[in-house]
């Protein structure tokens, strides 16, 4: 069965912190790994990643993928309160389903 | 534009009623889907479509009736819901697999509470 598994579930951190967060995957025919941000509507798309070792960038934030060690990371520096939310990893095989992992509920505090 | 727009954004209906959700994207995506998300929770697959074509259906309760009028809309039509059914409601869509994206851009959610 495919798993997608986040960690940690929950984090509180002050601003100006650096936080990683982790999503492990085991997934039959894998395609693509995805990060998303979910406040309190709707998941917004932040990364796909389909290579491994090559990481991707957008502002303070960046995710990398290892494909052998099957994982992902999101990094997110010099954190603000803009950033609290939940991030959803989601892993896409050769269906049209996204596996979703629990999601990791970041709390940055001023 | 990676805009999915959805109506209403918030529906509150008793369990006799009859309801329907909408869902319009013009990225020209190809693909189409429906979520249920239950609070703290992730997204959890209703139903997909593919060329307007219903590709997958997970197990759905026939109270949920969805239906892709062209490629560009997508509805769910909903009667005789159950209490439990109460949740937010998310549309995707996103490009064809060939395409070789799969990336799936989320609406902002109907939040649906039945009485």
């Known amino acids: 069965e495919d798993k997608v598994v986040q960690s940690p579930l929950s984090l509180v951190v002050h601003e100006g912190d650096t936080v990683t967060l982790n999503c492990s995957y085991e997934?039959?025919?894998?395609?693509?790994l995805l990060w998303y941000k979910q406040e309190k509507k709707a998941p917004t798309f932040l990364f796909m990643l389909?290579?491994?070792?090559i990481e991707k960038k957008s502002g303070r934030l960046s995710s990398i993928l290892d494909k052998k060690e099957l994982f992902s990371i999101l990094n997110i520096t010099a954190t603000q309160t803009g950033d609290s939310a939940i991030y959803l990893c989601?892993?896409?095989?050769?269906?049209?389903?996204?596996?979703f992992g629990k999601g990791t509920s970041l709390l940055v505090t001023p | 534009d990676t805009e999915v727009t959805q109506t209403p954004k918030h529906l509150v209906m008793g369990m006799t009623n009859k309801k329907s959700l909408k869902c319009e994207q013009h990225?020209?995506?190809?693909?189409m889907y429906w979520y249920k998300q239950k609070a703290k929770k992730p997204p959890e697959l209703m139903f997909v479509?593919?060329?307007?074509?219903?590709?997958i259906n997970e197990s759905v309760p026939s109270r949920f009736s969805p239906e892709c009028p062209n490629s560009s809309l997508l509805n769910l039509h909903l009667h005789a819901l159950q209490p439990e059914d109460s949740a937010l409601y998310l549309c995707?869509?996103?490009?064809?697999?060939?395409?070789?994206?799969?990336?799936?851009?989320f609406g902002p959610g109907t939040r649906l509470l039945v009485l």
């Open positions: 479509y593919s060329y307007e074509k219903l590709s």
């Open positions: 990225m020209g995506h190809r693909a």
């Open positions: 989601a892993v896409s095989n050769s269906g049209y389903a996204l596996n």
């Open positions: 389909t290579s491994s070792g």
């Open positions: 995707a869509s996103s490009q064809d697999r060939l395409a070789g994206d799969e990336t799936q851009y």
């Open positions: 997934v039959t025919n894998f395609r693509s």
